[in-house]
């Protein structure tokens, strides 16, 4: 097995269990490796300190499986580390039969690279890193194995894999499903799930607990819900007794499966919602002139800064959009906020809303802070684990 030795320093950081070590802190690799390889770490001194995934072409030279210098990276390895993952989650209460669950997230699973979420019978699963791809059939095996799953689906499509040099791979890697949406119930209501070509795996896991608290919210309140791609937030408002719902997303086909997601919920009084293939900066000035106001907004826009590079620009669209919101609420009103760009921090995010509703002239308060469901947990290791934020204010 080769060796990566690190500059001299460069330990600290494996020291404190953080899985990354940059290119810049390799001093060199002692024998060969390929691309996904396992490599020993070693500190400048001669210490062994992990086993991780050699990426020659990524920034990210390589991603710890293991701190443990002597561990075998192997099938069965997969299989422990699989099955942990999916246990862990079986006893959390806020998941009980939830048919919709992350199962592996990433580095804060020990899996680096590594991202599994359960639709029903289904499990879908990415793969972002070179040490990952090696090890794609290990880890089909060993999800079918935690969880007795009837199909495993790889949507290994994510531009991320570009940064290692990897293309797109997808594909049904273990049995399959009928054609079609797979339908899942969240909360009392159901959505279809595009696995093939929806956004990330197919839906927002990531907000199931927030689009819970949507619900417990809206009550006989009119509801404006910005980015509703297809209408995880809309539908949960409606569930909990909107009085009416508008939806707004700039991408058709998001709207159109919104609707359909709408139509398989008889329960649901469709004649409150109204849905727009618009473009949400646009849309939120022209309600605004024209006098339009709600009870309660929801924003959930795309990632606006994927790292800090891009967090000037994107706190300007996150101030447009939060200022524009806050003035479009009644007395009363609540905001629903969030953002999933991993170059904001919460920090930062809290000021940037802030400095919004300074600029609305509206007096507001924050009643919660939100974050992902703790399917989607952060290792205190591996603080870029965390991405997904949101505040829920109310104003005078
Ligand atoms: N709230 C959703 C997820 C939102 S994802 C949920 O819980 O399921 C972000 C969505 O924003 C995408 O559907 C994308 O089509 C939409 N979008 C991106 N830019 C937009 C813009 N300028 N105006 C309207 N929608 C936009």
């Given at each position: 097995m080769a060796q990566l030795v690190l500059a001299s320093g460069k330990e600290r950081s494996l020291f404190r269990r953080h899985p990354w070590v940059f290119a810049a802190s390799v001093a060199k690799l002692d024998g060969r490796a390929r691309a996904g390889d396992t490599v020993t770490v070693q500190a400048a001194d001669g210490r062994e300190l992990a086993r991780a995934a050699w990426s020659p072409?990524?920034?990210?030279?390589a991603r710890v499986w293991s701190f443990d210098p002597a561990a075998i990276i192997d099938h069965a390895f997969f299989k422990r580390r699989i099955a942990e993952s999916v246990a862990r989650r079986a006893d959390l209460p806020e998941l009980?039969?939830?048919?919709?669950?992350?199962l592996i997230h990433a580095e804060s699973d020990g899996l680096p690279g590594v991202i599994a979420d359960r639709y029903g019978d289904t499990v879908v699963v990415q793969l972002t890193s070179a040490g990952a791809e090696k090890w794609r059939d290990a880890i089909v095996t060993g999800l079918v194995a935690a969880t007795g799953c009837a199909g495993v689906y790889e949507r290994s499509d994510s531009e991320v894999r570009g940064l290692e040099r990897l293309g797109p791979e997808t594909g049904w890697r273990h049995g399959s499903a009928p054609d079609g949406d797979i339908v899942i119930s969240e909360h009392g209501v159901n959505y279809g799930v595009?696995?093939?070509?929806?956004?990330k795996t197919g839906f927002?896991?990531?907000q199931r607990e927030n689009r819970l608290l949507t619900m417990q919210l809206a009550g006989g309140r009119s509801v404006l819900n910005c980015f509703c791609y297809t209408g995880g937030f809309s539908l949960q408002a409606l569930a909990g007794g909107a009085a009416s719902v508008l939806s707004i997303d700039s991408s058709g086909p998001a709207v159109e499966r919104a609707r359909r997601n709408l139509a398989i919920?008889?329960?649901?009084?469709?004649?409150r919602a109204e849905w727009r293939d618009a473009d949400v900066f646009e849309t939120l000035r022209s309600l605004h002139k024209a006098g339009e106001r709600f009870d309660m907004i929801v924003l959930d826009p795309p990632k606006f800064a994927p790292s800090a590079a891009h967090a000037e620009r994107a706190s300007r669209a996150y101030k447009d959009i939060n200022m524009f919101a806050f003035r479009l609420l009644n007395p009363g009103g609540m905001l629903l906020t969030y953002s999933c760009s991993g170059g904001i921090s919460p920090d930062l995010f809290q000021k940037i809303v802030a400095g919004a509703a300074l600029d609305a002239e509206v007096d507001a308060r924050i009643l919660r802070r939100l974050g992902p469901g703790a399917d989607h947990p952060v290792s205190l290791a591996f603080p870029?684990?965390?991405y997904l934020k949101g505040l829920l204010c109310q104003i005078k």
């Open positions: 072409a990524s920034q990210i030279r009980q039969g939830q048919q919709g669950v992350r595009d696995i093939l070509a929806g956004h927002y896991l990531d919920n008889p329960q649901l009084s469709a004649g870029e684990g965390e």
